[in-house]
């Protein structure tokens, strides 16, 4: 079974991986952004701000990433507006997956309790204050499970781009298996690269979403805080 003379297209591998890790990293990091300004719109008080909204949410959970990939790359450019493989995956990415974090998002602003919003008014600070501070943090940690769980998600539709020959690993399995004619060796391996990428980064996610949970502060400037709380409170008692 194991014929394939791999160390022949390990670059090529190679290329394939870092090709998909930046997919997953531009599209992830837009989806959020847009994802989080959708979710906002959507809770807008303007109903001329949340109708747009709602119709794009609504209309991007409903189409096929394939349908959406083929519309940006083949669609764009047959009118004009053509787009590379890379722009054109990573703008389908962002576009698809900022419809569900939109919705992830929404929910956990939505689940901050209003009184927190009522205490924080209460304190003096302004709207956006509240906002950045209070309820944000709190959404955040509510929305973790669901963002994971996109992130990894969207790791393997990245696999979907080899429609559009985008070099990732994907299509660098594809152009493999042209060559030698071992497709079961080589789509195997290319699953077990996928399952390597993504098992320790779900696996990772959890972890991370367990300390949030937990309480303990992960930034530098946090945990300095909580130094010197615990030090105040030792010395009051």
């Known amino acids: 079974m194991f014929e394939v003379p791999w160390s022949e297209y390990s670059a090529d591998l190679w290329e394939g991986l870092l090709k998909t890790l930046s997919y997953t990293v531009a599209g992830f990091a837009g989806a959020a952004l ?19 909204a709602l119709i794009y949410t609504e209309l991007f959970k409903n189409v096929p990433l394939l349908a959406v990939i083929f519309l ?8 004009g507006l053509k787009l590379d493989a890379f722009q054109a995956g990573t703008l389908s990415l962002i576009l698809f997956y900022a419809a569900y974090l939109s919705e992830i998002f929404r929910s956990a602003i939505n689940g901050v309790h209003n009184g927190q919003q009522e205490a924080a008014s209460a304190l003096g600070l302004s709207r956006l204050s509240t906002f950045r501070k209070v309820v944000f943090p709190q959404a955040m940690r509510l929305a973790l499970p669901g963002t994971n769980t ?9 696999s979907l781009l080899v429609t559009i020959s985008a ?3 994907m299509s660098q399995g594809r152009l493999i298996t042209s060559a030698t004619f071992r497709a079961l060796e080589v789509y195997l391996v290319i699953a077990v690269i996928y399952f390597v990428l993504c098992y320790p980064l779900s696996q990772g996610l959890l972890w991370l979403e367990r300390r949030i949970h937990a309480g303990v502060p992960l930034s530098p400037t946090r945990r300095r805080r909580l130094r010197e709380a615990r030090k105040l409170l030792e010395v009051q008692v």
Do not use: W
Request: proline fraction near 3%; aromatic fraction near 6%; glycine fraction near 8%.
């Open 72 to 79: 940006t790359y083949f669609g764009l450019g047959s009118v």
């Open 167 to 169: 070099a990732e690993l």
């Open 150 to 158: 996109m992130l990894v998600d969207l790791l393997k539709s990245t």
């Open 34 to 52: 847009l994802g989080l300004a959708v979710a906002l719109l959507r809770l807008s008080a303007v109903k001329a701000l949340r109708i747009p």
